[in-house]
């Protein structure tokens, strides 16, 4: 078996990062016009934005025992086609209602995958590249939010007043390529392990190259009591827990889903035309890519705690500089792309390449998906309520922006402190040896 087989297969679990990005972004090109197609007000608007968020809670939140049940491979097939039914529902929508309900299921195809491609990635992955190859997901997720800017400006005005809907169709393409493609990839060895099906589980990671996994694996499942049962909240696992959810409140805290999904409003507050605001969001989807690729070259070099503390003090001046930027504004000013794409690649290379890796490294075989899951919901809980919120204060207040952005600078602050003085490092540890420093019997 070839030595990228690893490689090779987590791309393809990957590919749900992909269409996770795009779900979450394209709705950006749509937002403005859908509030004016069905007279939305503020409040509407951001309950519109967000319902494929709630999706993504309810997602995160219900997935963790099904992909326990079930595997990895089956939950990775029910999202690819979930992306795909969005993709068309959202497009053909005759109402809002329906336009909502398919974001819903959407969200829930983002919330599931948040939790299960991250979690197969690190089943998979050897301890010395897990970081890279964990971090190809949060790569595709900003793959997939650049390909919705720019298939965003490439559309916008296309098919006149239904150019939105072409924007929302195009998701319908990568989600059959997924599907296609996961026909090609083994089930987790960990999940096959720890339920039984040790021949399987030999076989896969024999293929992976790391035959000696197997026992240890093994090994740290009897420790455990066949934690596989286990309740994820008894006590044995409050530290993980802690890390899990502070880690992905200050993700959202940081107001990075307020800036994706009203990118080009935004840009219009600044001063800018639509079609210039379109065309700067694209920008801002380059700069996430870029810096993405950059974080996963040395994530498992430098580790996940040093890149996150270099992000929090890069996010926490580029959010101030954003709010004082957005202060009496009369015409378009340059700075303020200069300010978010700072801001951006601060965030690409610390928090962004580095949460779902996290998440999916601190909790034990036994109840990973249920930590996964966890960590994924108050993920997504904490962006629904930000992406619902910003439209009501932006348009409640002249000064809605400059709050917002003050806001986030101060929580980015807040957690470098908590990054400081209470993380751990993972990087070049087994999944297993990580149990073992957090002090899990």
């Known amino acids: ?124 992955a050897p301890a010395k590249t897990r970081g890279r190859l964990a971090g190809m997901f949060q790569l595709n997720i900003v793959a997939g939010i650049l390909a919705a800017y720019l298939t965003n400006y490439l559309l916008a005005g296309y098919g006149g007043e239904d150019s939105w809907r072409y924007m929302l169709a195009v998701m319908g393409v990568p989600a059959i390529v997924f599907f296609v493609l996961l026909f090609f990839i083994p089930e987790s060895p960990r999940w096959l392990a720890v339920t039984g099906k040790i021949a399987e589980a030999q076989d896969v990671f024999r293929k992976l190259g790391q035959e000696e996994a197997l026992q240890q694996v093994l090994d740290d499942h009897h420790k455990q009591n066949n934690g596989i049962k286990e309740n994820l909240f008894n006590g044995k696992y409050n530290k993980p827990i802690l890390y899990a959810m502070l880690l992905a409140m200050f993700n959202q805290l940081s107001g990075i889903n307020a800036i994706l999904y009203y990118a080009p409003r935004v840009f219009e507050m600044a001063g800018f035309d639509r079609a210039d605001a379109f065309q700067q969001s694209v920008f801002i989807g380059l700069a996430n890519f870029v810096f993405t690729i950059l974080a996963m070259t040395v994530i498992d070099r430098f580790g996940r705690k040093k890149l996150l503390l270099i992000g929090a003090g890069g996010m926490t001046v580029f959010l101030i500089l954003t709010a004082v930027n957005l202060m009496g504004v009369s015409a378009a000013n340059p700075l303020t792309l200069v300010y978010l794409v700072g801001f951006i690649a601060f965030f690409a290379f610390s928090q962004g390449a580095v949460i779902w890796v996290f998440i999916a490294e601190i909790f034990p075989n036994a109840v990973r998906a249920q930590g996964a899951a966890l960590g994924s919901f108050t993920h997504w809980i904490m962006a629904a309520i930000i992406s619902w919120v910003f439209p009501v204060i932006v348009e409640g207040s002249p000064m809605g922006g400059v709050y917002s952005f003050v806001f986030y600078g101060v929580m980015m602050l807040l957690s470098f402190l908590f990054i400081w003085r209470v993380m751990p490092e993972t990087k070049g540890k087994s999944l297993e040896q990580i149990q073992q420093e957090l002090g899990i019997k």
């Open 1 to 124: 078996m070839s030595r990228n087989y690893p490689s090779q297969i987590a791309l393809i679990a990957a590919l749900g990062g992909f269409l996770f990005g795009f779900e979450v972004s394209v709705i950006s090109g749509a937002e403005q016009v859908i509030q004016k197609l069905w007279t939305l007000d503020s409040f509407w608007l951001g309950f519109t934005v967000a319902s494929s968020l709630i999706g993504t809670v309810l997602g995160s939140l219900i997935i963790g025992k099904p992909a326990q049940q079930y595997g990895r491979k089956p939950i990775l097939f029910l999202i690819a086609l979930l992306y795909l039914v969005s993709a068309i529902g959202c497009a053909l929508g005759s109402s809002w209602s329906l336009f909502v309900l398919f974001r819903f299921l959407g969200g829930i195809a983002v919330g599931a995958s948040s939790v299960v491609g991250p979690m197969y990635i690190s089943e998979i």
